[in-house]
């Protein structure tokens, strides 16, 4: 028999999972599977219980936002490489950037129609890991990289996207840059950068900034990393801005690089997000990349 384990994060997306909860739980047991429910109550539970009941898992089945499949995955890289099972994602956030990668539909119920079986098709995806935490795509530092976990919980419940928008607007007048030597595969920069990504996917920011799918690949062992200058002005500072939003990359203030590891050195301490969540701060911090670490559904043949 195969064995599930379901991870459930009731507060994420206005608390919609007990919309979808009883669909969900009589697609896993339709067929024949052994589940078993784990509920978060705070932050970390997630990775807690993937490490906890994992082992001997044929998957873990998990329902929240960015952020909660930040931890399951950050759970299964506690867990030797050969006692992971794979992940199924309904995905229940208010940006959802890594359903956008794996093309995973937003609606869950949509999501829940593609469960199928642990035996199906899968996609092995690289884990990146920033000091000792993990991250499923992206790590980020600068202006507005915050706003995922600065905004209250509550105004994202009520109001969705659009309270990011109001908190990020309210940074505008507090944007500040942070002097930094990065070094990569391939060489170093060293300037004044405004924010920048590392990352693992094709869209970031809830759809703000998408790259070319010709130019990632989820399991290659490469980051994506996009780095802003300082602009000398407002005029520059909203031209560089267009610039991300059309995806144009090679300007004189935008750099993206592909390289398997990067460390960054500020002259202070500077504070990251991991997958939209708090990711600490740091005035020195090594990025690498775990190639093809863990597995997720990606199709309804699974």
């Given amino acids: 028999m195969e064995r599930t384990l379901l991870i459930v994060n009731p507060v994420s997306g206005k608390g919609r999972v007990k919309n979808i909860l009883m669909d969900l739980l009589s697609a896993l047991c ?107 795509y992206v790590a980020a ?10 905004t209250p919980q509550a105004a994202k419940n009520t109001w969705g996207y659009l309270a990011y928008l109001t908190e990020a607007l309210g940074q505008l007048t507090d944007i500040t840059a942070h002097h930094a030597r990065v070094n990569y595969d391939d060489g170093y920069i060293e300037g004044d950068l405004l924010f920048g990504f590392v990352t693992n996917s094709l869209t970031v920011a809830g759809g703000i900034v998408k790259f070319d799918e010709s130019n990632v690949q989820l399991d290659d062992g490469l980051f994506e990393v996009l ?36 460390s960054f050195q500020f002259d202070s301490p500077v504070q990251w997000t991991r997958d939209g969540e708090d990711g600490g701060v740091y005035r020195s911090v090594d990025v690498i990349n775990h190639s093809r670490a863990v597995r997720i559904s990606v199709r309804g043949s699974i």
């Fill in 141 to 150: 530092f600068g202006a507005f990289t915050d706003v995922p976990f600065t």
């Fill in 30 to 136: 339709s067929g024949g599977e052994s589940v078993s429910v784990c509920v978060t109550e705070k932050r970390g539970d997630a990775s807690d219980f993937v490490e906890k009941y994992g082992a001997g898992m044929s998957r873990v089945v998990c329902t929240g936002g960015d952020g909660t499949l930040n931890e399951v995955i950050s759970g299964l890289m506690r867990m030797e490489p050969e006692q992971r099972p794979a992940i199924s994602y309904i995905p229940l956030g208010t940006t959802n950037d890594m359903a956008t990668s794996l093309s995973i539909p937003k609606d869950p119920k949509d999501a829940i129609t593609q469960l199928g079986g642990s035996a199906g098709e899968h996609r092995l995806l690289d884990v990146g890991q920033l000091g000792r935490d993990y991250f499923g």
């Fill in 227 to 262: 780095l802003i200058r300082k602009p000398r002005n407002i005029a520059e500072l909203n031209n560089t801005l267009s610039n991300i939003l059309k995806r144009n990359f090679t300007t004189e203030n935008v750099t993206l690089l592909h390289t398997s590891s990067i």
